[in-house]
């Protein structure tokens, strides 16, 4: 923990190794009991799971307290019974990455933006609203991004059927056969 | 005088592909500006949802056409993490040796059309023969010039072809020459290039990692942030190379991301001589995966561009149940109002092509 605690130091490029366990550590002294689930996955990777209601503060710390200062990737999931928001946040000082899956009730699906730490969340969050209908609450300007203004649909929804649900064509049909 | 929008886009010769750049001009000063991009919007996500593991290949070669392996790489390595099965030895050898490839001949068709867009045609003809030796390479290794298909799901499709070290040494020996000799002269030497590149398209170090650049953008603000080495993924750990950082002061503008490109070329062109030295001769060069697999993997790499991550769920299927693609033209589009805020419109197409944007990846 001393080595967090310390103001960080500039970017060397180089991973740092065991960092993730350090990680791991300050994230379940702060917040023991708002994580659901904590583990280091492998080397350089922590993978948290919350409640949506958590997220800022997680976040908050994670960008000012530990030095996450890249938000590389945000995925909305469809669970069929829930929605999750991933986030892939990136650490520069130590090469660490930590995955936060937010969850967020299908019923309901908002959850706060994180357009007010990073400006990156800007177009990720757009295009998750775009393409799965999760809401950003507090986003600015939460418009389709890739597909038409006027598209009625958000398509990568498990219930927006495609064509085929298997693209798969057996050998024994090419040759011929039934 | 009044302030106006003007259309840069979806048609002209500066976008390199199909999307919009409005900017509000003042006069010839700009003061806002505003991408619109989708128009090359595919559904990657969902269509490769209904396809096998290994069929998604096809598809993510496509993501980005003039740097295929290295989309295709980053998603077989996320799926191997998510089925827990690693490459052979040799087969990683390969991929870096493919991948290096694929990043040479990915920077030279950024310099083909960087070239042109400072009137510098010269700089077209000279990058795209140059990149010809080197998909000749790629071709010799894998049957194709572009989408090659070549990255599988736990290896590589097939083991170098014979004679490939001495072609490769070849053509490297003779691109090093072109480089030093010819390239240097006609872009940094140039007094016209460089008064064209430097000091616009400015942006500060905070506001590059908080906007999501990466990348050579990212280093040419002075952070020496290279995938390679700070999450080393295959062999890269044990390859000795130097990530091409912006050290001079003034950094962020086009000249800096210039640099940074430029300069990568002659790094990639050591890692692959580098490769070929140190990898086994022989060995198996791939494992068969799983058919069917659960649970969830990520893997991020260091593509032409920035960093490229795939995030791959598996149900237990014999395909994704979800697939997200980060695209690293996509967050850096998103940075392009800060990059141009202040510019001149005469600017725009120096920014823009320093930037480096390839459409088939940002819009999926």
Redesign the interface.
């Known amino acids: 923990m001393s080595a967090l605690a310390k103001p960080l130091p500039h970017?060397?490029?180089?991973?740092v190794p065991g960092v993730e366990k350090e990680v791991l550590a300050g994230l379940k002294a702060a917040f023991a009991s708002k994580l659901k689930d904590a583990k280091a996955v492998r080397e350089?990777?922590v993978e948290i799971v919350i409640d949506r209601a958590d997220l800022i503060d997680v976040c908050t710390y994670l960008k000012n307290t530990l030095g996450f200062?890249?938000?590389?990737?945000i995925?909305a999931?469809?669970w069929k019974d829930h929605f999750e928001s991933?986030y892939?946040i990136?650490n520069?000082y130590n090469?660490c990455?930590v995955?936060v899956n937010a969850q967020i009730p299908y019923d309901d699906p908002k959850i706060a933006s994180l357009t007010g730490l990073?400006?990156?969340a800007?177009?990720?969050e757009r295009?998750a609203w775009d393409?799965m209908g999760v809401e950003y609450e507090g986003h600015p300007n939460l418009v389709?991004?890739?597909?038409?203004e006027d598209f009625k649909f958000h398509?990568?929804r498990k219930e927006?059927a495609?064509e085929?649900?298997?693209?798969?064509i057996s050998r024994r049909k090419l040759r011929g056969g039934k | 005088m009044p302030e106006f929008w003007i259309n840069m886009g979806p048609q002209h010769p500066m976008t390199h592909g199909l999307w919009n750049m409005k900017v509000k001009v003042d006069g010839e000063t700009i003061v806002d500006a505003k991408p619109e991009i989708g128009y090359l919007h595919r559904g990657y996500e969902k269509i490769m949802e209904v396809r096998e593991f290994q069929k998604n290949v096809v598809l993510t070669d496509r993501l980005c056409y003039v740097s295929s392996i290295t989309w295709s790489h980053a998603y077989c390595l996320a799926v191997e993490k998510m089925m827990g099965i690693e490459t052979p030895e040799r087969g990683q050898w390969i991929r870096v040796i493919s991948l290096e490839l694929q990043r040479i001949a990915s920077h030279l068709m950024w310099l083909a059309s960087y070239g042109p867009d400072l009137g510098l045609l010269t700089g077209l003809l000279w990058a795209l023969r140059e990149r010809e030796l080197f998909l000749d390479l790629i071709q010799l290794m894998s049957g194709a010039r572009m989408n090659q298909n070549f990255p599988r799901v736990g290896g590589v499709r097939n083991d170098l072809p014979e004679n490939f070290e001495a072609m490769c040494r070849r053509s490297i020996e003779h691109f090093l020459e072109k480089y030093e000799n010819e390239y240097q002269a006609i872009f940094q030497e140039s007094k016209v290039f460089r008064m064209r590149t430097e000091g616009v398209g400015k942006i500060t170090v905070e506001e590059a990692i908080n906007w999501g650049i990466t990348g050579p953008n990212l280093r040419a603000c002075g952070v020496d942030v290279d995938l390679r080495r700070l999450d080393p993924y295959e062999t890269y750990g044990e390859i000795d190379f130097e990530p091409q950082v912006w050290h001079d002061g003034g950094a962020g503008d086009s000249y800096a991301r210039f640099v940074c490109r430029f300069n990568e070329l002659r790094e990639s062109c050591q890692i692959v001589l580098q490769a070929l030295k140190k990898m086994p001769k022989t060995g198996p060069y791939r494992v068969k995966p799983p058919r069917r697999a659960e649970g969830e993997g990520y893997a991020k790499t260091e593509d032409s561009r920035g960093e490229a991550l795939f995030y791959v769920i598996g149900d237990g299927d014999d395909r994704p149940y979800r697939v997200k693609i980060r695209s690293p033209v996509f967050c850096t589009m998103a940075a392009t109002p800060t990059l141009l805020r202040g510019n001149k419109l005469a600017d725009v197409v120096s920014i823009l092509g320093s930037v480096d944007v390839c459409v088939g990846e940002m819009d999926k």
């Open positions: 970017i060397t490029g180089r991973p350089r990777l200062e890249h938000l590389s990737c995925t999931v469809d991933i892939h990136e520069y090469g990455m995955q990073w400006h990156a800007d177009y990720h295009e393409l389709r991004i890739l597909l038409p398509p990568l927006f495609q085929v649900d298997r693209q798969y």
